[in-house]
């Protein structure tokens, strides 16, 4: 726990020989877990640490850094099963969901004018300059380049990922009979146009620069538009990645990172696990219990990241005794 005062930062840790329980995390969660820690401090004898980064950051920290966290909390579930199982992890539940929206504020250049159907005609204007976090780090930057392709499916318009990706940094598509492949080379190669986009390591690192008037736009989840009082562009629901309806839409796109198997585009979903090798077990599962229940849940509902009632779990039998009543297969 971190507390400002008067300026000064000062690290709290808890109460007489309080639990720590380290949480890494997505940077889309911060706000709720944040919530979260606070009433679970006031409940249990623990002291929360939580570490926010980018989701594909995040699972690597365990996966190919050694570090060890009772908790791991990401904005795309499958980076646990593609990434963390079984070596690092053994279930993971489903928790809860998002989408994508184009961010702005009143002062974004051509924000009067904006909207659904030309957003892609204003971020491609001269002048114009957007953001997104980066794909090699963090699901909502890869999930934008999706949504940018799947956008020239919706708007019948195959120049719209050439505009605004491909004339501006090195990230490419290839397309076979039935699917487009995304292709992101290493963050050193990415070689972002500075005047035109800005790459940051995760989404919220975004909110900064809009609202000091670097970048005009951001793609970022429903969520933190809510969470940080942004104006924002809904996009169609052929391409924000909210619905499980349209996920054979979705599926015509995929994204392949350096050095990893292609990720299908899906709906967003977000999952947590305990890892194999975490220090204080029992308290992360009493998290992990009050994170899936209706406390929990409703902290996401205020916030605008809708949980998913029940939750759903790769594997009831492997849960933690505590946890199997809470969830559904």
Known sequence: MIIIVGGGIFFYLGGSGATPVKIFHAGSLAKPLAELEILFENQNNVDVQREPAGSVATVRKVTQL???????AVADYSLIPNMMMDEYACWYIQFARNEMVIAH?????????????NWYEILARPGVRFGFSNPNNDPCGYRTMMVIQLAEMYYDNSKIFDDLIKANTNITTSKTDNKITIEVPSTEELNPNAGKVRIESKETDLIHLLEEGSIDYAFEYRSIAVQYDLDFIELP?????????????????????????????????????????ARHEKEAIKFVELLITSDGQQIFEDLGQPPINPPVASSIDKLPENLQQLVKA
């Open 105 to 117: 504020t009143a002062d974004s250049t051509y924000a009067d004018e904006v909207d659904n159907n």
């Open 66 to 72: 050694g570090k060890t966290t009772d908790l791991v």
């Open 237 to 277: 629901a052929e391409a924000n990645l909210a619905y499980v309806e349209y996920e054979n839409i979705y599926a015509q796109v995929e994204l392949k990172l350096e050095d990893e198997e292609p990720i299908t585009a899906k709906p967003i979903v977000y999952g947590v696990t305990i890892p194999t090798n």
